[in-house]
């Protein structure tokens, strides 16, 4: 979030923290058996979620590389996982499911279940009013991600949505996939 750090996640199971005034020697954060398939900071930058084909999320005190939370099995590969603007709750994404989680307790708040095949990424507008989850269904559904509730089924795209981004400031979302569309 402060544009000093980069993390990535690797096919060997592994965190690597980055610290971009560096480039070298980047700690290793291990826990996960199997690919990381999704990361994001909070926005205060102190925590890391990574989705793993594991089927875990594994929370990351990125200050000192300590797991902090492990996050029960999602029954899948964790496909996407966002910290909301304020980051007080994360969403992470496993199969057809969104699941809503309180940062503060780690207690599950939702399982959002719309989507008829895999959820490939998510994102949140900047006012954390809104959370988007794309898909292999080829829909965009946006959630309000307090209540859980359904806002809007998003269906223009011919093939899997794999890619969502919100204007910052504003909600307009746009979306892409592999229909070669945004």
């Known amino acids: 979030p402060?544009?000093?750090?980069?993390?990535?996640?690797?096919?060997?199971?592994?965190?690597?923290?980055?610290?971009?005034?560096?480039?070298?020697?980047?700690?290793?954060?291990?826990g996960h058996?199997?690919?990381?398939?999704?990361?994001d900071f909070a926005p205060d930058g102190r925590l890391l979620a990574s989705g793993?084909?594991?089927?875990?999320?594994?929370?990351?005190?990125?200050?000192n590389g300590h797991v902090l939370e492990v996050l029960p099995d999602h029954?899948?590969?964790?496909?996407?996982?966002?910290?909301s603007p304020d980051g007080k709750q994360l969403a992470t994404a496993a199969g057809?499911?969104?699941m809503m989680w309180d940062v503060a307790t780690w207690q599950r708040l939702h399982?959002?279940?719309?989507?008829?095949?895999?959820?490939?990424?998510?994102?949140?507008?900047?006012?954390?009013?809104?959370?988007?989850?794309?898909?292999?269904?080829?829909?965009v559904v946006i959630w309000d991600p307090s209540s859980g509730n359904v806002r809007q089924t998003l269906s223009r795209h011919t093939d899997a949505v794999l890619g969502l981004a919100f204007r910052p400031g504003q909600q307009q979302l746009a979306s892409c996939g592999v229909d070669k569309t945004v």
């Open 2 to 30: 402060d544009g000093k750090w980069l993390a990535t996640g690797c096919r060997d199971a592994t965190v690597k923290l980055w610290d971009l005034a560096r480039i070298h020697d980047a700690p290793v954060l291990k």
């Open 33 to 39: 058996s199997d690919e990381i398939t999704s990361l």
């Open 52 to 63: 793993s084909a594991d089927g875990t999320v594994r929370i990351w005190d990125s200050t």
């Open 75 to 83: 029954g899948g590969i964790v496909r996407a996982v966002a910290f």
């Open 96 to 98: 057809r499911c969104v």
């Open 111 to 139: 399982s959002l279940t719309k989507h008829t095949d895999f959820v490939q990424c998510l994102a949140f507008s900047s006012d954390g009013e809104l959370l988007a989850s794309g898909s292999s269904d080829k829909t």
